[in-house]
T-cell receptor
Framework: QKEVEQDPGPLSVPEGAIVSLNCTYS??????FMWYRQYSRKGPELLMYTYSSGNKEDGRFTAQVDKSSKYISLFIRDSQPSDSATYLCAGGDFGNEKLTFGTGTRLTIIP | DTGVSQNPRHKITKRGQNVTFRCDPI?????LYWYRQTLGQGPEFLTY????????KSRLLSDRFSAERPKGSFSTLEIQRTEQGDSAMYLCASSLGRNQPQHFGDGTRLSIL
């Protein structure tokens, strides 16, 4: 079992819809989480990071962490065609410095 | 934009050759990380530096791989005697400090003929 599981998609939604992207993790040591967006042939771009359970909002993006169920989510409001990309979730623990990534979910926003 | 810079962007080489990649982190960042990403997968951790000290290496980093950060600024990743399985995107990231958000470059895509 991978430490971070993520549905690879692809996921297609119409422009303007709310997108929900989800990950589960198995490593109880994970204490912080990050969401990255990756366009084709580009590096991952940091979208959100959170160190605690609960919600964190930044513009159209909301990250949600539920440590009791080991479940993390990213919501995108008013989705745009430019949001079409692969979204990666990652977990880390304070005992070491590496991030453990999911496989990524490929998202397409249909105009 | 003074983000993480990686060179070259694409490297094509024959099996058995040595290759070297360079990473220039964000200037004030003392942490530098190397990851490898294959098609359809997320990045996998290889190694990281705090300033010039290499503090952790993944078991993915075989003896053919070596990384340096001689003056605590830029870093190089060398692969000796390349194999087909080394074909991947090699990503570099940097951060301000321990457990801080990591910012990635656009990677070096390695293709082994």
């Amino acid at each position: 079992q991978k430490e971070v599981e993520q549905d690879p998609g692809p996921l297609s939604v119409p422009e303007g819809a709310i997108v929900s992207l989800n990950c589960t993790y198995s490593n109880s040591a994970f204490q912080y989480f990050m969401w990255y967006r990756q366009y084709s042939r580009k590096g991952p771009e940091l979208l959100m990071y959170t160190y605690s359970s609960g919600n964190k909002e930044d513009g159209r993006f909301t990250a949600q962490v539920d440590k009791s169920s080991k479940y993390i989510s990213l919501f995108i409001r008013d989705s745009q065609p430019s949001d079409s990309a692969t979204y990666l979730c990652a977990g880390g623990d304070f005992g070491n410095e590496k991030l453990t990534f999911g496989t990524g979910t490929r998202l397409t926003i249909i105009p | 934009d003074t983000g993480v810079s990686q060179n070259p962007r694409h490297k094509i080489t024959k099996r058995g050759q040595n290759v070297t990649f360079r990473c220039d982190p964000i200037s004030e960042h003392n942490r530098l990380y190397w990851y490898r990403q294959t098609l359809g997968q997320g990045p996998e951790f290889l190694t990281y530096f705090q300033n010039e000290a290499q503090l952790e290496k993944s078991r993915l980093l075989s003896d053919r791989f070596s990384a340096e950060r001689p003056k605590g600024s830029f870093s190089t990743l060398e692969i000796q005697r390349t194999e087909q399985g080394d074909s991947a995107m090699y990503l570099c990231a940097s951060s301000l400090g321990r457990n801080q958000p990591q910012h990635f470059g656009d990677g070096t895509r390695l293709s082994i003929l």
